[in-house]
């Protein structure tokens, strides 16, 4: 199975900071990446598709990039709102293996 | 408005079986795959299986394969994941999930059911 690893695992930031997070693939998975957005106790949001594509009514501070194997998530102005998990996931390997990164949490610093 | 409501989650032992159900609302069921996918306590979001809008293919992460089986009932908008032979390691909150057309992606997510299983 194709392996996701995100990075960092965790990070501190500030309202109206700029974060990144790094999502990388074990083999190449061409522009099949999607990100999602996880708050506690709730379901995850889907955000990104085909690595770069916002989902319908994302706010436009999200935007992702990459191909191959290395990917980012960036979040232009963190809003109090954006404190999550984040969750990376390929979709190339279908109909086989659909696997997960093991998420980033993002906090208030 | 789409929502999926999942039921059937509990408490159950090791090697037993449990049925859940996703119930699908305000869109047409019939014509877009499904996805069950879990989360372990405190733990990541896994893939469990996906079904094709017709029911025609089933696909099955690799811990579950020859466990659990997803199906569908399109005459009545409702998922379901019949788990079976339960192990500790498949407590979990369940979740079902819609894929848009064409693409193996999760765009719309019930609130989920929590399974655990235990002596």
């Known amino acids: 199975a194709i392996r996701m690893t995100q990075s960092p695992s965790s990070l501190s930031a500030s309202t109206g900071d700029r974060v990144t997070i790094t999502c990388r693939a074990s083999q190449g998975i061409s522009s099949y990446l999607a990100w999602y957005q996880q708050k506690p106790g709730k379901a995850p949001k889907l955000l990104i598709y085909?690595?770069?594509t916002l989902q319908s009514g994302v706010p436009s501070r999200f935007s992702g990039s990459g191909s191959g194997t290395d990917f980012t998530l960036t979040i232009s102005c963190l809003q109090s709102e954006d404190f999550a998990t984040y969750y990376c996931?390929?979709?190339?390997?279908?109909?086989?293996?659909?696997?997960f990164g093991g998420g980033t949490k993002v906090e208030i610093k | 408005q789409v929502q999926l409501v999942e039921s059937g989650g509990g408490v159950v032992q090791p090697g037993g079986s449990l049925r859940l159900s996703c119930a699908a609302s305000g869109f047409t069921f019939s014509s877009y795959g499904m996805h069950w996918v879990r989360q372990a306590p405190g733990k990541g979001l896994e893939w469990v299986a996906f079904?094709?809008?017709?029911?025609?293919?089933?696909y099955y992460a690799d811990s579950v394969k020859g466990r659990f089986t997803i199906s569908r009932d399109n005459s009545k908008n409702t998922l379901y994941l019949q788990m079976n032979s339960l192990r500790a390691e498949d407590t979990a909150v369940y979740y079902c999930?819609?894929?848009?057309?064409?693409?193996?992606?999760?765009?719309?997510w019930g609130k989920g059911t929590t399974v655990t299983v235990s002596s």
């Open positions: 999930a819609k894929a848009p057309p064409g693409a193996p992606l999760m765009d719309v």
């Open positions: 996931q390929q979709y190339y390997s279908y109909p086989r293996q659909l696997t």
């Open positions: 079904i094709r809008y017709d029911g025609s293919n089933k």
């Open positions: 085909a690595a770069s």
